[in-house]
């Protein structure tokens, strides 16, 4: 009888273990919703940004190329020097340097101020998303490790195409500074959501810078990286701008804007657990089929988006092919190095935003000195180059996390 209740009291402790550790993975996930959100507001934001701070939409357009840079750098920096912290205090700070960083976006007087908080905002989402990659293995039994690790990239794939129409919508109801302060606001709730829910989570192996760049001489890593930059860049440069897009080409006023994005992104949260299926079994595949629709999709926006309808469709098609980039993309990255995850994280999420970077730079220029237009055909021409990489270089073994 003793031996029976023993036995009942072990597993009572091993359910609610299980059920604090799901708890605490819902709360990383909501942590890479929060940081990625705040790095992608300014898009939908972007005339009112200008207008406010007496800049032209490509100079806005900086807002995102200067977090996305800085959360490139500080990816991969910051996973060897925070290597010996207990997460869940890192993770906590980072999401204080986040809550920073919006706050003084919201209330930047000028363009100078405005640099600082996505300064702010830049370290915040490249640490947070970097180390956040590895926990779910730490957070569940062995059995719910890829449904976890699943739900924390959910976190980003959904921010990535949601949270540009929640920041357009909240801009039309109040403006673009209430958009800031409500992800502060947000930011806050996360850090007491994973101080409360995350148990303990001390270094388990130390991560050297040197260890991190050696990932790029195994060939389906460098391939797999290759392919993010082309395909983060091209979605980049022409999204960064597809408010001033839809607003020449279609003619779309600023509230219906607001709804096309908002079927965007249903699309695409569509598009990122349909692709995490197909990568599953082969990511390769998965990608080519991402990589066709992407390219023909914004290339056509110009030619075929003259009318509100047609460009709704549109965007519900970029949508769900680019909502599969972040969950395809990573698990090819994690079967290339599933010896070294947390490095391979890093060194992703430094591409991933320096293409974030270097995309909305080169649509600013090309919008600045061709027209807003050409930003489509800019992101059309490298889905396509995404598209040979994908065809061309060297696939991971497996698909399986």
């Known amino acids: 009888m003793a031996q029976t209740e023993e036995i009942a009291d072990t597993a009572g402790v091993s359910e609610r273990s299980a059920t604090r550790g799901w708890l605490g993975v819902v709360?990383?996930?909501?942590?890479?919703?929060?940081v990625v959100t705040s790095e992608m507001l300014p898009v939908g934001l972007l005339t009112p940004i200008g207008d406010a701070l007496r800049v032209t939409e490509g100079t806005a357009g900086l807002t995102l190329t200067i977090t996305g840079l800085v959360g490139a750098l500080s990816a991969p920096l910051l996973t060897p020097l925070l290597g010996r912290f207990d997460r869940r205090t890192v993770l906590c700070a980072l999401m204080v340097v986040l809550t920073a960083g919006n706050l003084i976006a919201a209330w930047a007087p000028n363009f100078a101020v405005m640099v600082v908080a996505r300064v702010l905002v830049g370290i915040g989402m490249g640490g947070v998303w970097s180390i956040a990659a590895g926990l779910a293995v730490r957070l569940v039994?062995?059995?719910?490790?890829?449904?976890?690790?699943?739900?924390?990239?959910?976190?980003?794939?959904?921010?990535?195409?949601?949270?540009?129409?929640?920041?357009?919508?909240?801009?039309?109801?109040?403006?673009?500074?209430?958009?800031?302060?409500?992800?502060?606001?947000?930011?806050?709730?996360?850090?007491?959501?994973l101080a409360a829910l995350l148990p303990r989570l001390p270094a388990e192996q130390e991560v050297r810078l040197s260890g991190v760049m050696r990932l790029f001489g195994r060939p389906p890593v460098r391939t797999g990286l290759i392919v993010v930059a082309l395909l983060v860049t091209g979605h980049f440069a022409a999204y960064t701008y597809v408010r001033p897009v839809l607003e020449e080409v279609s003619g779309a006023s600023a509230g219906l804007i607001g709804t096309l994005l908002l079927v965007y992104g249903v699309a695409g949260v569509i598009g990122n657990f349909a692709a995490g299926a197909g990568a599953g079994r082969s990511p390769r595949a998965t990608l080519l089929v991402i990589s066709v629709v992407l390219a023909a999709t914004v290339a056509l926006v110009p030619v075929l988006g003259g009318s509100v309808l047609t460009a709704g469709v549109l965007l519900a098609v970029w949508g769900l092919s680019y909502g599969g980039v972040s969950v395809s993309t990573q698990t090819w990255l994690l079967a290339a190095a599933s010896d070294a995850r947390e490095a391979a994280s890093s060194l992703f999420v430094g591409v991933f935003n320096g293409a974030i970077a270097l995309g909305a730079l080169v649509g600013g220029l090309a919008a600045d000195g061709a027209g807003v237009s050409a930003v489509m055909w800019l992101g059309g021409a490298l889905a396509a180059g995404a598209l040979l990489a994908t065809a061309l270089g060297r696939a991971p073994d497996s698909g399986r996390l």
Do not use: H, N, Q
């Not at 709360?27 to 929060?34: C, K, Q």
């Not at 958009?179 to 007491?192: M, P, Q």
């Open 141 to 193: 039994p062995p059995k719910s490790i890829g449904p976890a690790t699943s739900l924390v990239f959910s976190g980003i794939a959904v921010a990535s195409v949601l949270g540009v129409p929640a920041g357009t919508y909240i801009g039309e109801l109040a403006d673009w500074r209430t958009a800031f302060v409500v992800i502060a606001a947000l930011a806050l709730v996360v850090l007491v959501a």
């Open 27 to 34: 709360a990383v996930a909501s942590a890479t919703f929060t």
